[in-house]
């Protein structure tokens, strides 16, 4: 696997369930990132990374909880979710961090949808 | 507030030019990024600019002025694979990177 790799690709799940979104780079980046993107809306930065520290939590509710247990891996635990948390979600690194002018790499999302 | 503004959807035609454009306005500037996403794909990163001008890379240009705040992307000889959205973000001087919408580019034969 080489780049940054995210699975599951997609997910339907009840506002009820527990879940987990998993993302992990094969770059040897130290920052991680977690982003929701909405049809027609910028990217919204969630959760950042830095050297498995957390750095950046961006008025994110609750139910959504990272885990970053080195900095390779990067999770996001979703329970009681609502509707509107149906979204893309893309996770990211890039080498240093947690800002900087240097480029971001991102996998390829996964898409959630909440019923 | 900050904003990054560029229009939602663009049309061009298989060979043409088209340049997309992007105005920010944020609390300081630290550089600007474009980046392409294909539908379902990830975003890629196309190109980075701090200093005023154009930098070209291929068939893409970007270009940069600080004192209008304002970025534009150019794409020559367009190919239908060029069918994306582009994002414009911009780093300010808390290195937050702040997202544009992107922009839906559709290439038609």
């Known amino acids: 696997e080489t780049g940054v790799t995210q699975t599951p690709r997609h997910l339907v799940m009840g506002m009820t369930n527990k879940k987990s979104l998993k993302c992990e780079q094969h770059?040897?980046?130290?920052?991680m990132y977690w982003y929701k993107q909405s049809a027609k809306k910028p990217l919204e930065l969630m959760f950042v990374y830095n050297f498995k520290e957390q750095t950046e939590n961006n008025s994110v509710p609750s139910r959504f909880s990272p885990e970053c247990p080195n900095s390779s891996h990067l999770f996001l635990h979703l329970h009681t979710l609502q509707p509107e948390d149906s979204a893309l979600y893309l996770c990211?690194?890039?080498?240093?961090?947690?800002?900087?002018?240097?480029?971001?790499?991102f996998g390829p999302g996964t898409r959630l949808t909440v019923l | 507030g900050q904003n990054i503004d560029q229009p939602t959807e663009m049309t061009a035609t298989e060979g043409a030019i088209v340049q997309i454009n992007c105005t920010y306005q944020?609390?300081?500037?630290?550089?600007l990024f474009w980046y392409q996403q294909h539908a379902g794909e990830a975003p890629t990163f196309l190109s980075y600019?701090?200093l005023d001008g154009l930098e070209e890379k291929g068939r893409f240009s970007s270009f940069l002025s600080r004192s209008k705040g304002y970025s534009y992307l150019l794409l020559k000889e367009l190919q239908m694979k060029d069918s994306a959205s582009y994002l414009c973000?911009?780093?300010?001087?808390?290195?937050?990177?702040?997202w544009g919408a992107g922009t839906k580019l559709i290439i038609k034969p």
């Open positions: 600019n701090v």
């Open positions: 944020t609390s300081g500037f630290n550089g």
């Open positions: 973000a911009v780093l300010d001087s808390n290195y937050q990177l702040i």
């Open positions: 990211a690194s890039s080498q240093e961090g947690p800002f900087s002018y240097n480029e971001q790499f």
């Open positions: 770059l040897g980046h130290n920052a």
